[in-house]
């Protein structure tokens, strides 16, 4: 098992941004921490990152305490802060072979170095000082010097964040690549990004983790999987189609067509049809629509 959080609670003063907070991530996953602002991402990665101390609870990496044998937990661990702060004054290679020689002989640092700026790309840019990149290419160093002494967990503190779209697409891919060899945990507050990247799914709200599945899995808890589109050929009558069993709510969305959102686990699809028979209306289409992450994530975090 790479990384076990037990019971984890974080007090800055009175405010408790971490509430006996429990999880395990195995090798080689990837794992998308999601959450509102103030959730209590940071201080979750800052604790495993042995950047900051828990109140009560213990971290693990790879069987090592983050307290207690935290030279041996840094050797393991890879960290990209929020809002990754570089020295924009030195040069990417100059800056990297620095934080290698942190962790690694000079000769060592060196040839990292090297292997880093071919595996993230920034061969076009090596010679520049970090200060003059485009923030994509900063998120690349960012990654680099995350990884420069090869650890085998990456912990990455909101890595998209700021980016533009072709930045993005970029980032992530680099980010999927890594994640085949690496465990992964990744801070977000973008659904997609869970969706394109990540095995699994964590969700904080208010320090506590409000759920811990696979992305497909929670996909199926939206309360909007029930939720159909339906165009008539002619005008239906919204009183009678609230009259159908199970229907909840019917809206429409332009001439002819309906969203009826229906009762958790009732599929109106055969009723439909048949109300079109009796009212003399062809069904001209019809759509199920998929639930989303984006809708769960609202029902565990918003107002509660
Ligand atoms: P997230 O990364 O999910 O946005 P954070 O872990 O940064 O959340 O913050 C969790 C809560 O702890 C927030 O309410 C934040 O204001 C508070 N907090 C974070 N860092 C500090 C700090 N150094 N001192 C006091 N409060 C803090
Ligand atoms: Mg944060």
């Given at each position: 098992?790479?990384?076990?959080?037990?019971?984890?609670?974080?007090?800055?003063?009175?405010?408790?941004?971490?509430?006996?907070?429990?999880?395990?991530?195995?090798?080689?996953?990837?794992?998308?921490?999601?959450?509102?602002?103030?959730?209590?991402?940071?201080?979750?990665?800052?604790?495993?990152?042995?950047?900051?101390?828990?109140?009560?609870?213990?971290?693990?990496v790879?069987?090592?305490?983050?307290?207690?044998?935290?030279?041996?937990?840094?050797?393991?661990?890879?960290?990209?802060?929020?809002?990754n702060?570089?020295?924009?004054?030195?040069?990417?290679?100059?800056?990297?072979?620095?934080?290698g020689?942190i962790?690694?002989?000079?000769?060592?640092?060196?040839?990292?170095?090297?292997?880093?700026?071919?595996?993230?790309?920034?061969?076009?840019?090596?010679?520049?000082?970090?200060?003059?990149?485009?923030?994509?290419?900063?998120?690349?160093?960012?990654?680099?010097?995350?990884?420069?002494?090869?650890?085998?967990?990456?912990?990455?503190?909101?890595?998209?964040?700021?980016?533009?779209?072709?930045?993005?697409?970029?980032?992530?891919?680099?980010?999927?690549?890594?994640?085949?060899?690496?465990?992964?945990?990744?801070?977000t507050?973008?659904?997609?990004?869970?969706?394109?990247?990540?095995?699994?799914?964590?969700?904080?709200?208010?320090?506590?983790?409000?759920?811990?599945?696979?992305?497909?899995?929670l996909?199926?808890?939206?309360?909007?999987?029930?939720?159909?589109?339906?165009?008539?050929?002619?005008?239906?009558?919204?009183?009678?189609?609230?009259?159908?069993?199970?229907?909840?709510?019917?809206?429409?969305?332009?001439?002819?067509?309906?969203?009826?959102?229906?009762?958790?686990?009732?599929?109106?699809?055969?009723?439909?049809?048949?109300?079109?028979?009796?009212?003399?209306?062809?069904?001209?289409?019809l759509?199920?629509?998929?639930?989303?992450?984006?809708?769960?994530?609202?029902?565990?975090?918003?107002?509660?």
């Amino acid at each position: 098992m790479s990384i076990l959080v037990k019971s984890i609670s974080k007090l800055y003063g009175e405010q408790k941004a971490l509430d006996d907070v429990s999880f395990e991530v195995h090798p080689g996953q990837v794992v998308g921490f999601l959450g509102p602002n103030g959730a209590g991402k940071s201080t979750m990665m800052k604790i495993i990152s042995c950047f900051l101390p828990q109140t009560s609870g213990s971290v693990t990496v790879n069987g090592y305490d983050v307290v207690n044998q935290s030279m041996e937990v840094r050797a393991m661990v890879g960290y990209l802060p929020e809002h990754n702060p570089l020295y924009t004054d030195m040069y990417i290679k100059e800056f990297l072979e620095f934080v290698g020689r942190i962790h690694l002989p000079k000769a060592e640092a060196v040839k990292r170095t090297k292997e880093m700026i071919e595996l993230t790309g920034l061969g076009v840019e090596q010679h520049k000082k970090i200060g003059a990149l485009s923030k994509g290419y900063r998120q690349r160093v960012g990654l680099a010097q995350a990884m420069i002494h090869n650890p085998s967990v990456l912990i990455l503190d909101e890595p998209t964040t700021g980016l533009d779209p072709n930045q993005l697409v970029e980032i992530r891919s680099l980010i999927r690549n890594i994640g085949k060899e690496k465990t992964v945990i990744l801070s977000t507050h973008i659904m997609q990004e869970v969706e394109a990247i990540c095995d699994r799914v964590l969700i904080i709200n208010k320090g506590k983790i409000v759920a811990d599945d696979s992305a497909n899995v929670l996909r199926q808890q939206s309360k909007h999987g029930n939720v159909i589109h339906v165009e008539f050929d002619k005008e239906a009558n919204e009183v009678q189609l609230m009259k159908i069993k199970g229907v909840l709510s019917v809206h429409k969305e332009k001439d002819k067509t309906w969203r009826i959102e229906s009762e958790g686990d009732i599929d109106i699809r055969q009723e439909l049809f048949r109300f079109a028979v009796d009212h003399h209306l062809t069904v001209m289409g019809l759509q199920k629509e998929e639930g989303n992450l984006e809708s769960v994530f609202r029902q565990l975090t918003v107002n509660k």
